[in-house]
Every structure is written in C-alpha cells, then in structure tokens.
C-alpha cells in the first residue's frame, strides 16, 4: 500500500480483516480533518480489525482543487489497483471528480473491480463512470470526512464496506427488487449526456440536493427529466434538498412540489421520499441489483 496516514497498525506478519483506502478526488482536504478521520478509527477499532489509510495526495493543493488533475486520478489509480486494499472510499465531495473520471478508467485493473467504493456528492461523477463500467460494489453514502461529524453516519458506512450490510441501506431498498441509484441533482444534471453518464433504464432514481435556490433545483428537474434517457427510468425518489438559497422573491413550490410536477410532466413516476442528502441521516444505497 502506498505511503501515507493511517489508522492503528498491524500486527507483524498477520493480515487485517479489513483495509479501507481514502482518497481525495475534489476539492481541498486537511490533514487535521484527516487525522480526526484515523482517531475515530483508532478509537473503534482498537484490535486493528479495520484499518484506513488516507493517500499522500489526498492533501494537495491546487487552487480550488486537492491537488492537480494528474495527482488526484493517479491516488484513485493506485488505491483501486492495490490489491493490499479491499474498498476504496472518497474522502470529501466539493467539485472536482469529474476533471479525472475519464482518466481514470483506462488504467485500472481488474483487480479494481473486486473492490467497494462509497461516496456521494461529487464523488457520484466517478461512480457513474464506474458503474457505466459494470463495477459492481458501488454506492451513494457517507464519506470519510462524516466519520468524524456522527458515530451512526460513520458505523453505516463502514458496515457496508465491509459486508454490503442491508441495514445501512435507505429504507425503501428493502422491498422493491428494481435497480437503483444516487446522485446529487446537480452532479446528475452536468453529466447527463456526457461519456460518464450511465444506463439508468429502469432503475429507481434517488436524487438530494444542498445550497441551491430553488429556481434552479426547478430548472435542473426540467433538463434532467427532459433527457431520452432519464425518462427511461423505473421512478425519481426524492431525498433532502438542504440549506436552500432563499429566493427573491419566494419561488411558491416546496422541492418536493418542483420534482412531481416535473415527473408528471415528463411521465415519469414519482415514488416519493429517500432518506438520503448532505447530513448525517444520509443512507447508503447500492447501484444496481442488490
């Protein structure tokens, strides 16, 4: 495994149950944040049964970015073709991913697909890429830097990490058997009809958002459900739009008012409420078939 922060050691010559590589793909990331990151594991996980190790790129600096484009795909290159690493988890969301997606998935290798990989905002860029890639073990949830905000958030990504453990899952999952998948409204929206957007025919669609005015969660949901290929879904599922801008004057419809009459526009189902957003009751939820 390459050099950088990491959680409790390992004992001489025996192999840890579980070993989890952070990487930054997006914006700025502080080792401060970072070493209250391993603390927390540390704390949990005092036997060494679960190990995390942030990449020495995770902590560059690149204007906006944690570190140059070239830097940040070759962390996310070298941490999913380590075979030492069992799930590759993103450190923090921001803007950014999706400068390196393309980059990235020339040059992994297969052992990159045996991995789980767990992220959400910005993260949901290179998810999509992975999962138009056929990755199987991907999903929308905590990251890393959640760790340290909540015990529950941090324990429900950490336990599908390491099992895919059905409790951590959002709700709804439990009883319909169709495909899903999530993504920010706004990430969603930029990659809709670009090489990284993938084949969502049939799947429930969960969608969150945070810090937008609700004019433009209402002018996303009129792109996004007007694309061929959005409209080919199973249904939209709406998770919590948060820390709305305020509007001037007052945009009249509730987020959830905005994306059915959106739905009903394009004819696609709405399906109701997801328990997932930008806070720490966010849920996990795996693409795909589970």
């Not at 990449?55 to 600096?61: C, D, E, N, T």
């Not at 949901?124 to 760790?147: N, Q, R, T, V, W």
């Not at 209402?218 to 061929?228: E, I, N």
């Amino acid at each position: 495994m390459s050099g950088g922060l990491t959680s409790t050691g390992e004992a001489r010559g025996q192999r840890l149950s579980m070993k989890i590589g952070i990487v930054n793909a997006s914006s700025r990331f502080s080792r401060e944040r970072a070493e209250a990151v391993l603390a927390w594991f540390a704390t949990n996980f005092p036997d060494g049964s679960v190990k995390a190790s942030f990449h020495p790129a995770s902590f560059g600096k690149h204007g906006h970015f944690g570190g140059d484009d070239a830097s940040r795909a070759a962390a996310f290159v070298d941490y999913a073709n380590d075979p030492r690493l069992d799930a590759v988890w993103f450190a923090r969301g921001g803007y950014g991913s999706c400068r390196i997606a393309e980059a990235v998935m020339p040059r992994l290798e297969p052992v990159a697909r045996k991995k789980r990989y767990l992220g959400y905002s910005d993260a949901g860029s290179i998810l999509a890429l992975l999962y138009k890639a056929g990755f199987p073990h991907l999903a929308h949830g905590p990251m890393a830097s959640d760790a340290v905000r909540n015990d529950a958030t941090a324990w429900r990504a950490i336990n599908w990490l390491k099992s895919g453990d059905p409790a951590s899952w959002e709700p709804s999952l439990a009883d319909d058997p169709r495909p899903a998948a999530a993504f920010n409204l706004s990430i969603l929206d930029a990659l809709v009809g670009t090489a990284l957007e993938p084949d969502l025919t049939g799947h429930v669609l969960m969608l969150e958002d945070v810090s937008e005015p609700l004019y433009r969660v209402d002018r996303m949901m009129f792109h996004l459900t007007s694309q061929a290929s959005i409209r080919r879904v199973a249904g939209i599922r709406l998770g919590r739009v948060s820390d709305i801008v305020a509007n001037d004057p007052d945009f009249g419809l509730t987020p959830e008012e905005i994306v059915r009459y959106w739905c009903q526009r394009s004819g696609i189902p709405y399906l109701g409420a997801a328990d997932i957003g930008h806070d720490r009751e966010n849920k996990v939820v795996p693409f795909g078939h589970r």
